[in-house]
């Protein structure tokens, strides 16, 4: 109870979290729990085994492969990885069910696989480069990267050949999306300059613009787009028409009907954007599903904005002629991707049938709405639904207002869940940070130099005092042996000892000198008071070396 107390006493700390009661299990034992119990003040951690089970002679953190399959969680100095191999860094096993309050699983402690391999394969493919690549630099971005999988160009959209590069802009060390258009002759200014006002547009489901301007790099004469680069996306061609072999479900073929609800996500968030666009006076003018990003699941953003706007510049329509198109162009978005077909609009009437078999008759009224024809001004206003009189974007968005607050609680749900899942890797840094301290203060051997003493310069500093205690907390931490002087590397061990000096715990913890003469009696809250007075020195003789 003692214990229990004091970890929550905020003299000492700021904030004890309760997760921190129970302690980390191996991370190669996925099916293994470390039942620790806070009221206890014995420093006996059980041992834990691959089965889960205690008092076994393995050990899980072993760096030997041969007695037990447990070097995925420490990186091998030996292997020499191209890349990583995610589904190495955290097994997943079966997860026990019958837990106490205060056991935990390694899982709960650091964020979820799906999320940690989420990232860590975007940041990979974000870093991608190609060796020796013949792409050359364009203004201040290098390190091209072709994004295109696809030999085949459609000119028909943007009537030229056009690419996508990722580079690295030498201004801000940021990645971005170059979209090149190859043989663009520009022939007015103004074309040009048709693309600021897009730099405006700063909206969650548009892929931003930055910059736009001709190269003659390639030896042609390019427009080059530059968008943010989201990594490891797709566009929705990519994503709904590409040929898949038939999944089966029980023996007979699954439903390849997208589900309502990711539908309904796409039209919310294509909405959003046309607002925003729309009311910054622009059209979006191309809303096809291989100029639509997914970023993330069932998250989407438009990825061709400004480019027709600059192409065609000679040529402009009358914005509310484009402004009315882009409604047209997501009902029949969202007509062909129900139909699994890219060219639904072509066959109307059977593709809004096919639709009202397999989705709701709200969904259909919407798709229909979107395809209606610009009611003419002395069509009579009705009081149901949308006003017919008012073919615009903010018409829809008031006819769909009841799905915009569903997506809108989905994301709320969603957002809540990444910050619970960011609030574990906030302990995750706690125990860096008390470790970097830790090790600016051991075995430093120049602090007395550094205070105008170099005769003195020697591991006096970090050996004398209550620094001792922090030397000989460091090999209780890291230098265990067991009875048969092999290195101990228990995971669950270390973290315990971190946490609960982070905590200033009263609990005693017995020191010994690696000679065995001297064995001090000192509790965590006497150790982490060592560690801060020194820290505090180390701060203080470096603002004095500055003077
Ligand atoms: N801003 C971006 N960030 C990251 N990847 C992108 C970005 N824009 C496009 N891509 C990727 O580049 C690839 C090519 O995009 P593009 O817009 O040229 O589509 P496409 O499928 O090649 O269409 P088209 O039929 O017009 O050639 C896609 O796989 C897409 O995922």
Redesign the pocket.
């Known amino acids: 109870k003692e214990l229990a107390a004091d970890w929550h006493n905020h003299d000492f700390q700021e904030f004890v979290p309760q997760s921190y009661e129970g302690h980390i299990v191996d991370a190669t034992a996925s099916a293994s729990v470390l039942s620790y119990d806070p009221f206890n003040t014995s420093t006996t951690i059980p041992s834990i085994t691959s089965s889960g089970h205690q008092g076994s002679t393995i050990n899980p953190y072993t760096q030997d492969a041969t007695n037990l399959s447990g070097t995925q969680y420490y990186q091998s100095a030996n292997t020499l990885q191209a890349s990583p191999a995610y589904h190495l860094y955290w097994p997943v096993g079966p997860q026990p069910t019958n837990l106490l309050g205060y056991q935990k699983t390694a899982h709960d402690f650091f964020i979820p696989d799906a999320i940690r391999e989420d990232l860590q394969k975007k940041s990979e493919v974000a870093r991608q480069v190609l060796p020796n690549s013949a792409l050359p630099p364009i203004e201040q971005y290098h390190s091209l990267f072709c994004?295109?999988?696809?030999a085949?160009?459609?000119q028909?959209?943007?009537g030229y050949h056009?690419?996508?590069y990722?580079a690295v802009s030498s201004k801000d060390g940021s990645t971005?999306?170059l979209?090149r258009l190859e043989n663009f002759r520009l022939t007015n200014e103004n074309a040009i300059r048709s693309a600021q006002p897009w730099k405006r547009i700063l909206n969650g489901s548009v892929?931003t613009i930055h910059d736009c301007f001709t190269t003659r790099a390639f030896g042609d004469s390019s427009l080059i787009i530059v968008?943010?680069?989201?990594?490891?996306?797709?566009?929705l061609?990519?994503e709904h028409f590409k040929a898949s072999p038939p999944r089966f479900h029980g023996g007979r073929a699954a439903s390849s009907h997208i589900p309502e609800q990711v539908l309904w996500g796409y039209l919310v968030q294509i909405a959003s954007a046309l607002k925003a666009i729309h009311s910054a006076g622009l059209a979006a003018r191309l809303l096809t599903p291989?100029?639509i990003?997914?970023?993330a699941k069932n998250r989407v953003?438009l990825?061709?904005c400004s480019v027709l706007d600059v192409v065609q510049f000679e040529n402009a329509r009358p914005l509310s002629d484009l402004q009315a198109d882009d409604l047209l162009q997501l009902g029949r978005l969202v007509l062909s991707i129900a139909n699994n077909n890219q060219n639904a609009h072509l066959s109307l009437q059977k593709s809004l049938d096919n639709l009202s078999r397999a989705y709701t008759p709200r969904l259909k009224e919407c798709v229909q709405w979107l395809l209606s024809p610009q009611p003419s001004p002395t069509t009579p206003s009705s009081p149901t639904g949308p006003n017919p009189v008012q073919k615009d974007v903010d018409t829809f968005l008031a006819g769909i207002s009841d799905q915009f607050a569903m997506v809108f609680d989905n994301e709320l749900h969603a957002q809540d869940t990444l910050v619970n899942t960011l609030a574990r890797e906030l302990e995750s840094s706690r125990i860096v940070r008390i470790l970097v301290k830790l090790n600016f203060i051991n075995e430093r051997p120049e602090l007395d130099a550094s205070q105008g003493n170099p005769a003195a310069a020697s591991t006096a500093w970090a050996e004398t005092g209550e620094r001792y205690y922090l030397k000989l907390f460091r090999d209780y931490v890291f230098h265990q042996v067991d009875a048969n002087g092999h290195p101990v590397t228990n995971l669950a061990h270390v973290l315990d000892c971190l946490n609960k000096l982070d905590a200033g715990s009263d609990e005693k913890i017995t020191l010994i000198s690696r000679d065995e003469q001297t064995v001090f009696v000192v509790s965590y809250r006497e150790v982490k008071r060592g560690l801060e007075s020194a820290f505090q020195d180390l701060l203080q003789a470096g603002r004095n070396s500055r003077k």
């Open positions: 994004l295109d999988t696809t085949q160009k459609n028909s959209l943007f056009t690419w996508i990722k971005y999306a979209r892929v968008t943010d680069y989201h990594p490891c996306s797709k566009t061609a990519e291989s100029k990003l997914l970023t953003r990825n061709s």
